[in-house]
């Protein structure tokens, strides 16, 4: 679980998480922040599905994070995260490979492991700079930017449900239904309210792997069976479990250019 460190509340403080898989990784940066009055370490996630829900309920200033880990990675975080209001990101990797789009799109800063306490100094300063020059909107853009560069569509969604977070896999959603402002995923037997409009959902996913077939409805194409002609120009469409859902005659243009000779 993410622990909050017993460090002294500061008003003017730059309330910061630390996200990174190495137990060690994590203790050396916490120990260079001590140094600084200004940072305040609110939290530490050693993964990236503790780091979504540790920031959407921290709310910090800056995140120093990593890029590859286990399970959900560094872009995955923030990918999850969009709707929100970002952080200021530090990305602290021993890869190299993401660097150029980073500056390109002035991500705060880009810190290539092992990482020296005099670079890590650096990094805060220009994070402070940051944080007092720059919009929240300007950094929503910039982060924005940098992740339709790198990773465009999210492999997870962060669910909300009972006074629990649940990570839902993208790819084990078989379909998806709008229920009022919200949506419902189903995936297999479970169902999972969503707090997204279908509109904004349909935006965010692959259309190589997921179709609005209705106003209401989104489905997984690789979950589909059989289409027959229903009424008015309509579809029914029949999914692998059973499951019967409509196509209606104003989105079967979008199957038609996504697999030619079904309709």
Avoid at 6 to 21: F, H, K, M, N, Y
Avoid at 117 to 144: C, D, F, I, N, P
Avoid at 220 to 225: A, D, G
Wanted: charged share 30%.
């Amino acid at each position: 679980m993410a622990s909050a460190l017993p460090l002294q509340e500061r008003a003017s403080s730059v309330r910061t998480v630390i996200v990174d898989d190495e137990p060690l990784a994590r203790e050396w940066i916490r120990e260079q922040l001590r140094h600084d009055e200004d940072i305040e370490v609110v939290a530490e996630c050693e993964d990236g599905f503790q780091a979504v829900e540790t920031i959407a309920r921290t709310r910090p200033d800056l995140v120093f994070l990593d890029i590859q880990m286990p399970g959900l990675d560094g872009f995955g975080v923030l990918r999850s995260l969009e709707g929100s209001a970002p952080p200021a990101v530090v990305f602290v990797t021993a890869f190299d490979r993401y660097a150029l789009r980073a500056f390109e799109v002035h991500a705060v800063d880009y810190l290539l492991k092992p990482v020296s306490a005099e670079r890590l100094r650096e990094a805060v300063q220009r994070s402070k700079v940051h944080l007092k020059g720059q919009s929240g909107r300007e950094t929503a853009a910039q982060l924005a930017s940098l992740l339709a560069e790198v990773r465009r569509y999210p492999e997870w969604l962060l669910v909300k449900q009972e006074g629990r977070t649940l990570f839902v896999r993208v790819q084990d959603i078989d379909w998806i239904e709008s229920s009022r402002n919200n949506v419902v995923l189903h995936a297999g037997t479970a169902k999972h309210m969503y707090h997204e409009t279908t509109s904004g959902l349909a935006a965010r996913l692959d259309p190589t792997h997921f179709l609005r077939i209705h106003r209401s409805t989104i489905v997984n194409i690789e979950r589909i069976k059989e289409l027959h002609p229903w009424f008015n120009g309509d579809y029914r469409v029949v999914l692998k479990d059973g499951t019967k859902l409509t196509l209606s005659n104003t989105h079967k243009q979008k199957l038609k250019a996504f697999r030619r000779g079904w309709i």
